[in-house]
């Protein structure tokens, strides 16, 4: 028996230029951004259940470890681990794979730190990461099952849509 399905809607955003972004206020207690450099696969799942599951996020779910690790271990690809008190508080994955667009797959907050003020300073510092490559364009996506906040806080820090689109979540057993 499948299991259950959500409709989403599906927003593409885009920078086409490197924004000039005010440098974010360090939070207030003990944060750390680290490029992880070959996780594991069981690291890279818990990250991913421990910011994607509220959000249902299923895609990397679906992959056995072999092809998860052909993703992540790809030298193109970065995984990047913001450490708030000396636990994971959020995760962003970069994957500059394309010819010229580099694109946030994934970024996101553990559930215990969302609305601590790390999401504007954790999301600048990683598109300043993304546009360290040179790219002619930074892009990501986002669906009606992120947090509301989400959106606004691309657009406010110079995403631009470019697309819309109806899609479908199937949710696992």
């Given at each position: 028996?499948?299991?259950?399905?959500?409709?989403v809607t599906i927003t593409y955003l885009e920078q086409r230029a490197r924004p000039v972004?005010?440098?974010?206020?360090?939070?207030?207690?003990?944060?750390?951004l680290m490029r992880a450099e070959r996780p594991p696969a069981h690291f890279y799942r818990y990250l991913y259940s421990l910011v994607g599951a509220p959000y249902k996020w299923v895609s990397?779910?679906?992959?056995?470890?072999?092809?998860?690790?052909?993703?992540i271990h790809d030298p193109r690809v970065s995984l990047y681990v913001l450490y708030a008190g000396g636990v994971p508080g959020g995760m962003a994955e970069v994957d500059m794979r394309g010819d010229a667009?580099?694109?946030?797959?994934?970024?996101?907050l553990a559930p215990d730190f969302i609305g601590r003020g790390l999401g504007r300073y954790f999301l600048t510092h990683i598109i300043d990461l993304a546009w360290a490559s040179g790219p002619t364009a930074v892009r990501l996506e986002t669906c009606t099952l992120d947090h509301p906040a989400?959106?606004?806080?691309?657009?406010?820090?110079?995403?631009?849509?470019?697309?819309?689109?109806?899609g479908l979540v199937e949710l696992p057993d």
């Open positions: 028996m499948p299991g259950r399905s959500i409709d972004l005010a440098t974010p206020a360090r939070p207030p207690f003990k944060v750390a990397r779910r679906k992959l056995n470890d072999s092809e998860l690790e052909a993703i667009i580099v694109e946030i797959k994934f970024f996101g989400a959106l606004p806080l691309y657009q406010k820090l110079g995403f631009t849509v470019f697309d819309q689109r109806k």
